[in-house]
């Protein structure tokens, strides 16, 4: 079975800081890779999907992430943070057969100081 | 279009008590998903449905959980009777089937606080 850890439970960053979210998966064969956000009392928005093809991935709100198999990580990057950027970030797995649910990592929360 | 739709959003009961949360999910999707969120942690599968019938319920506590999707659309996930351990946010999501490269759309959830 597929699983997801998300090293990092909270981070801090100031505002116009670089931000690296770090995502690491368990998967035997070829995995789809998600980051999702969640705002207090919101569902999850998702800020990027990986499926196949180039290793380096856009999102929306400036994120991207990078998927690299050799290390079994899908790591979240922002150049600049911003302070509605606060919020819990959440990676998840889906397996590339039939069922596609995900598993979802434990989540980073992460707080943007002025 | 129309986005995941669940109600309620608040619900507060007691314990052995028993809730409902209703789900609509975006016309045309055949794969709905409910999630079990509980604080501080990330959403965990309870049970996947495409059209009515059920893909994966490995995951459901089927002695007080129960969920049903009549006529492959809306769909309803019940517990009885509540634990305490059951207060978490109840997620909805809905995604095609057939389409390759596709995610899953959530919505807003349901926060249940069982007293």
């Known amino acids: 079975a597929q699983s997801v850890t998300q090293p990092d439970i909270h981070i801090t960053v100031s505002e116009g800081a670089s931000l690296e979210l770090r995502c690491n998966y368990s998967?035997?064969?070829?995995?789809?890779l998600f980051w999702y956000v969640q705002s207090p009392g919101q569902g999850l928005q998702l800020l990027l999907k990986?499926?196949?093809?180039?290793?380096l991935v856009q999102g929306i709100k400036g994120f991207e992430a990078e998927f690299k198999r050799s290390q079994s990580s899908f790591n979240l990057r922002k150049p600049s943070v911003h302070w509605s950027d606060a919020a819990e970030y959440f990676c998840?797995?889906?397996?590339?057969?039939?069922?596609?649910?995900?598993?979802f990592g434990s989540g980073t929360r992460l707080q943007v100081q002025p | 279009e129309a986005g995941v739709a669940q109600s309620p959003r608040y619900k507060i009961i007691e314990k052995r008590q028993s809730v409902a949360f209703w789900c609509n999910p975006i016309?045309?999707?055949?794969?709905l998903y409910w999630y079990q969120q509980i604080l501080g942690q990330g959403p965990k599968l309870l049970i996947q449905?495409?059209?009515?019938?059920?893909?994966?319920d490995s995951q459901l506590p089927k002695d007080r959980f129960s969920a049903e999707r009549l006529k492959g659309v809306d769909s309803t996930l019940k517990i009885q009777p509540a634990k305490l351990e059951d207060s978490a946010v109840y997620l909805c999501?809905?995604?095609?089937?057939?389409?390759?490269?596709?995610?899953?759309?959530f919505g807003q959830g349901t926060r249940l606080t069982v007293v």
């Open positions: 449905f495409q059209n009515n019938g059920v893909v994966d």
């Open positions: 998840a797995v889906a397996t590339d057969t039939g069922r596609r649910a995900l598993t």
């Open positions: 016309s045309g999707h055949a794969t």
């Open positions: 998967y035997g064969a070829t995995p789809y």
């Open positions: 999501a809905s995604s095609p089937t057939g389409r390759r490269n596709t995610e899953a759309f």
């Open positions: 990986y499926f196949s093809g180039d290793t």
